[in-house]
């Protein structure tokens, strides 16, 4: 199944390449088609022009249907490589399928989910101990690479719930910039109402914060949804953390 899904992959970046390399040639083709075959150079008049786009507007959405087509394979390819948990090739991926759709917020919230795990892979210290400063700089860049897509992604949909949890996720257990966490967070569980998940990073959010208060009740309500055994006692687990704090133990 491996073998089968890179080679689909694989097909789908030499036909994206290759058109690729068509559009410009496409293009080309076009200007010569103009000149040779209508007999129409350089129009200026009013009269020429119109003629001139009565007979390209079809050429024209021609190039624009293929230049489209390479976005959406683009795109493809990414999720392929996404599940094979090649995060710098679905990266590059969907960088590319961003030149052709720069609106679509889905593009974006994938490019921030690749370039966490990138920052995720990188090690800052070598086999003998040896801190990597050029390696810290460069996970730093891969987490702020990961914030601005996600930003990207909210901007164009502000209701974008996905990209609300993901950059949560990244301020509170990549970042430690809680503060900046909360409102995404709290914003997702007003539409996720039931999202263990995003509960837990809110809790965790608010406790790293100061707002005990508000931690002890979050977990107090993920243990009464009582989801299963493993997040229930995780929340009890974590509400006696907090109480502990706020005892001063």
């Not at 690729?20 to 350089?42: A, L, P």
């Amino acid at each position: 199944m491996k073998k089968t899904s890179l080679f689909a992959a694989a097909l789908v970046f030499i036909f994206a390449g290759a058109f690729m390399t068509s559009c410009d040639s496409n293009y080309k083709t076009v200007k010569r088609m103009q000149k040779m075959e209508e007999g129409i150079d350089h129009p200026t008049t009013k009269e020429e022009l119109m003629e001139a786009i009565k007979k390209y507007d079809k050429r024209a959405i021609d190039l624009v249907t293929s230049q489209a087509q390479v976005g959406i394979w683009y795109k493809i390819l990414g999720t392929r490589y996404l599940d094979e948990q090649m995060y710098y090739q679905a990266y590059e991926a969907f960088d590319k399928a961003r030149v052709y759709y720069p609106s679509n917020a889905n593009i974006y919230y994938w490019m921030g989910v690749c370039a966490g795990f990138m920052a995720n892979s990188v090690l800052v210290y070598d086999i003998n101990g040896k801190y990597d400063e050029e390696k810290m700089t460069q996970k730093h860049n891969y987490l702020l690479l990961c914030e601005q897509a996600y930003l990207q992604a909210l901007s164009l949909n502000q209701k974008y719930y996905k990209a609300m949890y993901g950059i949560g996720v990244l301020y509170v257990f990549q970042m430690q910039e809680y503060e900046k966490a909360i409102p995404y967070l709290e914003r997702f569980l007003e539409t996720q109402t039931k999202n263990i998940k995003g509960m837990e990073t809110l809790a965790n959010a608010y406790a790293c914060s100061g707002s005990l208060d508000k931690s002890i009740s979050l977990y107090d309500k993920i243990i009464k949804l009582n989801p299963n055994k493993e997040d229930t006692a995780n929340a009890a687990a974590c509400k006696k953390k907090v109480l502990d704090a706020k005892a001063g133990r």
